[in-house]
């Protein structure tokens, strides 16, 4: 949830401030996409996408929602959400969102599955459509989809998102975009639905999907940190809590400090980021390190420690249970309170 200003070549810019200028540059099969009017298809209703989905509807979008079963229809029951089963019902929309938990989830909705007869977004949708990714994926998977999308003639802007389920649905999210500028330009009034400021990075899809990566490691060591120091705190017979209003008051004023601190000083584990999908952004991110030559030993002890909190059955929690590991390390009693946020 970190506030990212990176430097050249990935300069910031809100999606508002695209010039008609830049969009000028673009291909032909991009600078003349329609706006995105119609109904809007999406794929992945987890509690991340189904907030997501459910915003868009509440701002008067006709939102097709596709779910793999049946059961999870009666849980889409928001006005203008339609729950559909069948992903050909999402392959006349103009856009079609996805926010889905991994690379092999993406692909397989973009490549489809011939074994089950399952076709996919690339060479359903029509040529003039647009695939708004937002899942947390890798560059490679990334750049896969883009070129797939460009031989079809489509679309495809990455846009991750910074922000947890609470922020989904109250449309606080931080968006990173990165496409060709007519597609984002076009895909800008979905994404100001979704969220409070939208970052455009530049045309390359995968950049989005590397700053996404790296600012969860950021937030990530820093809860791994949080987790150690509040364990010291503990430890010495001291209450944590003004310790964290001392710290995010003076020095660490940023919203992983303050949101995460507090909820670490509570003991509040509560269902939300699950060790499972933090640990897949790490090794997503270690590798996309090992790639470039950078070594990142701080995030290998996350993965560490991931690992152990997994191992002990605490998948199911939030990333804030890397305190309640580093509590456990330290010989403390920890009784994780996994409700009361």
């Avoid at 928001?78 to 999402?90: E, M, N, Q, V």
């Avoid at 649905?169 to 968006?175: T, V, W």
Wanted: hydrophobic share 45%.
């Amino acid at each position: 949830m970190s506030k990212h200003e990176p430097s050249a070549p990935l300069a910031v810019r809100d999606a508002s401030e695209i010039s008609a200028r830049e969009q000028s540059g673009t291909p032909k099969s991009t600078a003349t996409r329609r706006s995105p009017l119609g109904e809007i298809g999406f794929v992945g209703l987890g509690r991340m996408g189904a907030a997501m989905a459910a915003n868009l509807a509440a701002k008067g979008r006709q939102v097709i929602a596709y779910v793999r079963r049946p059961d999870q229809e009666r849980k889409l029951d928001a006005p203008g959400l339609r729950p559909t089963t069948d992903i050909g019902d999402l392959l006349h929309c103009e856009v079609v969102i996805s926010m889905l938990p991994d690379d092999d989830a993406v692909r397989e909705i973009v490549f489809g599955r011939g074994d089950i007869g399952f076709d996919g977004l690339g060479t359903g949708l029509n040529s003039d459509a647009i695939h708004l990714s937002m899942s947390t994926i890798s560059t490679a998977t990334a750049a896969l989809l883009a070129s797939e999308h460009a031989r079809n003639g489509q679309g495809y802007v990455a846009a991750p998102v910074f922000g947890n389920p609470d922020a989904a649905r109250a449309r606080q999210l931080f968006i990173v975009a990165a496409g060709a500028p007519a597609d984002i330009e076009r895909c800008r009034p979905i994404l100001d639905s979704l969220g409070q400021r939208t970052f455009a990075i530049g045309t390359n899809p995968g950049d989005a999907n590397l700053v996404k990566l790296l600012g969860n490691m950021m937030s990530a060591t820093a809860l791994e940190m949080l987790g150690e120091v509040v364990a010291v705190i503990r430890k010495r017979g001291m209450d944590p809590e003004p310790f964290i209003d001392i710290m995010t008051s003076t020095m660490f004023g940023g919203r992983a400090h303050r949101i995460y601190g507090d909820k670490i000083a509570r003991q509040v584990y509560a269902p939300g980021f699950v060790l499972p999908l933090v640990l897949k952004d790490v090794r997503l991110a270690l590798a996309e390190a090992e790639n470039a030559g950078v070594p990142m030993p701080s995030v290998g002890v996350v993965r560490d420690r991931l690992i152990t909190g997994i191992a002990r059955g605490y998948g199911d929690l939030d990333w804030t249970s890397l305190g309640l590991i580093a509590a456990e390390e330290a010989g403390l009693s920890a009784v994780p309170a996994t409700t009361g946020e």
